[in-house]
């Protein structure tokens, strides 16, 4: 169905070619030096170093720590389109994406008005259409206007191009309603996407509880708010047989919580953001509004039960939750302060410098993680062979730099990681044979 | 000291010091006139978002005792209520070039976040549940005025501590000061983890005797969304500090304003043991030794008096 298909701005693939350049794709085990030729959208041809003669195609010699590997997928960020464009928008936010190395993502509903049907899918597909620099794929809403108590025209929705549904930023909290929304998945199909949270437990937190919560006089939001949601689901999920992906993970209870689904069987799956795999509630000690996300930075323990769980397979991909806000918005105190950070031009950097650089995580899985999520919505694994859609990135891996130094591509800037030392830069990303993001024609790197 | 937002970034000399300026300011206000001319020509200004009365009013008296100009800024009434920010509210004041800005917000932090956006020496007077500073020295002072020393002193701080921005500046300058505290409360209004600030945590008062000082704090309706405790009624039969829980060697102390047979026994806010109006009274001398040491030995100052230092007078 090619509704289903990812959308942007129609672009000239060009003729490129990657001369002598490591090539890493973790999916074939490929980790050698080759010949990359791209041409027409597609990977045209693999062969030994210095074989290729790249006649009429721009030729990019690779340096010692460059490596080519796919482009990475998103499959959760915020672009603020319709009604909210002066946090974010389509071009803005895919640039974000492209600059990030990534080749593809999936942007969530609760916009203004909130996309909850066909209508209002259509024309926002539309949108992405003339205005996205990096194919985007959507999510509408579980539930009409993100309230909880009436399906969104699920079919229509699936019919017109919707992956899955999701009322993130917020929890389904009744589980009969969710009931029916798994029961109605078998008839309409995609993802159902859950962001976790008992508002009850929740209610008035603005940071993890715990002793610096306590001390800091702000209410905390205890784990298990998030964790006995997760529990609650899979169990649903279980029992109708239903697809489930739980978004942004944060605590090991959670985790532990989709091991046990998975291993009952259950169709579950689940993500983790790189400022959960990288900060705690320490963070939060400042009161820095930039590190006030939902669900909040946890406990080093919450962290570790992330890293853990992204080795072992149990958290099946890296999402960003890339989640822009205006300056003046977050230039509040804290607890008036929206929740959310920006992530896509950070996540793969940040990580590498945070998780592998250290040997927490091998740089191969890493890469993994980081397209893993495009399969869990039923889109293609990305892969570098002949053949393939040319969605590739080329990153300077031994690049150090500090996270804003450069500006930003996204329109906001409440990045987590502003100040924080990078390493690696994606230099190049290609998006259907075309460059979407190009430090070397810029002459930055 | 530039500014005071948290008691945490007084060490037991700075706490020390101001309690010493506060003593002969308070030797001053036994006087027939009471003003000194120290911060003559200086601005303070009073920006409070939450309601306020004795703290607000504490604030004034004690500027005006030291000769500054005082500007009240309420947000109710306001450009605040016409959706004005924060920040732009902090700027928009600032042109009036205030030497000190007393802020009372529901927010923690935001004294801290104004302290970035403007000149002015900035004093926190309540951010939400996080701090009180002046609450806690004067409640300092109180004590070093009773007892001479916290060393060694065991003090119970009884109630809502969840609320509660005074139990935590209190804590630390309890704390700071020598003295062991303890937190006792029905357990809804204890924080999670709140021993890691160095504190015992009791959820009845049955060792309530070993207390040299119990710290009552309001039960805060005004705070409350959702009822911490099943009835005021069960809070007070088991939480209330009445003449049957109270030993005659112990000393009684409440922020204000006190709900009467709720957290405290009408008989004990009247008997000599509790300090209520002691802290009220100390209220004054210890903000004017605040702004006494943020203001007038500040580099900036256009009229600061040649002497700087403690005030003998």
């Known amino acids: 169905m090619s509704r289903t298909e990812l959308v942007c701005r129609p672009s000239t693939p060009e003729r490129l070619l990657f001369s002598e350049v490591r090539v890493l794709d973790p999916r074939s085990g490929l980790d050698e030096l080759r010949d990359v030729l791209v041409d027409g959208g597609v990977i045209v041809e693999l062969a030994a170093p210095g074989s290729l003669d790249g006649e009429g195609a721009r030729t990019i010699v690779a340096a010692d720590e460059l490596v080519l590997t796919s482009a990475f997928f998103d499959p959760h960020v915020h672009l603020r389109s319709p009604g909210q464009e002066h946090k974010e928008d389509l071009e803005s936010g895919t640039r974000a994406a492209a600059a990030g190395g990534y080749g593809g993502v999936i942007a969530m509903p609760n916009t203004e008005p909130v996309i909850d049907s066909a209508p209002l899918l259509r024309s926002l597909r539309d949108a992405a259409h003339r205005q996205a620099i990096v194919p985007v794929g959507f999510l509408p809403a579980i539930t009409v206007g993100l309230q909880g108590d009436q399906l969104t025209e699920m ?7 919707a992956l899955g549904f999701t009322d993130d930023g917020r929890p389904v909290t009744s589980a009969g309603m969710l ?18 949270e008992d508002p009850t437990l929740s209610a008035g937190g603005s940071m993890h509880e715990g002793a ?11 784990t298990i708010s998030e964790s006995t949601m997760v529990a609650r689901d899979a169990e649903l999920a279980a029992y109708e047989e239903g697809r489930v992906h739980f978004q942004h993970l944060s605590c090991v209870a959670s985790v532990n919580a989709v091991a046990n689904a998975k291993a009952n069987g259950a169709r579950v799956s689940c993500e983790a953001t790189p400022h959960h795999l990288l900060l705690t509630d320490a963070a939060v000690a400042t009161l820095d509004t930039r590190m006030k996300m939902n669900p909040p930075l946890a406990g080093e323990a919450d962290r570790q039960a992330l890293i853990e769980g992204l080795r072992s397979g149990t958290i099946d991909c890296i999402a960003t939750d890339h989640a822009p806000h205006a300056r003046d918005e977050k230039e509040v105190p804290f607890e008036q302060a929206p929740m959310g950070t920006t992530g896509l031009e950070t996540a793969f950097a940040a990580l590498n410098a945070g998780l592998v650089e250290p040997g927490h995580l091998r740089l191969e899985l890493l890469l993994e993680r980081l397209t893993d999520g495009a399969g869990l919505y039923g889109l293609p694994a990305p892969r570098i062979a002949a053949g393939e859609s040319a969605d590739l990135v080329l990153i300077d891996l031994g690049a150090s730099w500090i996270a804003g130094e450069h500006g930003w591509a996204s329109r906001s800037e409440n990045c987590c990681f502003a100040g924080q030392r990078m390493l690696g830069r994606p230099l190049v990303t290609v998006s259907r044979g075309a460059v979407v993001h190009d430090l070397l024609r810029e002459g930055v790197a | 000291m530039r500014h005071l937002i948290s008691v945490d970034e007084l060490d037991r000399a700075a706490i020390e010091r101001i309690v010493r300026q506060a003593t002969h300011f308070a030797d001053i206000s036994d006087r027939e006139i009471k003003k000194v001319p120290a911060l003559r020509g200086r601005m303070v200004l009073n920006l409070f978002y939450e309601a306020s009365t004795r703290t607000r009013s504490s604030f004034e008296l004690a500027a005006k005792r030291l ?4 500007v009240n800024f309420a947000a109710s009434g306001s450009s605040v209520e016409k959706g004005e920010s924060l920040k732009d509210t902090v700027l928009t004041l600032s042109a009036h070039r205030p030497d000190a800005i007393v802020i009372r917000t529901p927010w923690a932090g935001a004294a801290a976040l104004v302290s970035r956006w403007c000149d002015a020496a900035i004093v926190n007077a309540g951010d939400g549940k996080h701090e009180h500073p002046t609450q806690a020295l004067l409640d300092v002072y109180t004590l070093v005025s009773r007892l001479g020393s916290l060393d060694g002193c065991s003090i119970w701080i009884v109630g809502d501590v969840a609320h509660s921005r005074v139990a935590r500046s ?15 409360g029905p357990p809804t209004l204890i924080p999670r983890e709140i021993e890691a600030m160095g504190c015992a945590v009791r959820y009845d008062l049955d060792e309530i005797g070993d207390a040299d000082v119990i710290y009552t704090l309001r039960m805060q309706h005004e705070r409350m969304t959702e009822p911490w405790v099943p009835s005021l009624r069960e809070y007070a039969t088991r939480y209330q500090i009445n003449e049957s829980r109270l030993r005659s060697s112990q000393i009684v102390m409440h922020p204000g304003p006190v709900n009467r047979g709720v957290e405290l026994s009408g008989e004990v806010v009247d008997s000599p043991q509790a300090l209520i109006a002691e802290q009220v009274k100390a209220g004054v001398v210890v903000r004017m030794a605040v702004l006494y040491e943020l203001l007038a030995s500040s580099p900036t100052a256009a009229s600061a008096p040649a002497q700087l230092g403690e005030v003998h007078v």
Do not use: C, N, W
Not at chain 1, 181 to 188: E, G, I, K, P, S
């Open chain 2, 170 to 184: 209190d804590i630390v300058a309890f704390q700071r000061m020598g003295a062991k505290v303890t937190l006792a």
């Open chain 1, 155 to 161: 079919v229509a929705l699936r019919e017109e191009g």
């Open chain 2, 67 to 70: 000769s500054a100009d005082v």
């Open chain 1, 179 to 196: 009931r029916k929304a798994l029961q109605y998945q078998r008839t309409a199909g995609g993802v159902i996407a859950l962001h976790e």
């Open chain 1, 212 to 222: 610096l919560a306590s001390s800091l006089g702000v209410t905390g939001v205890p």
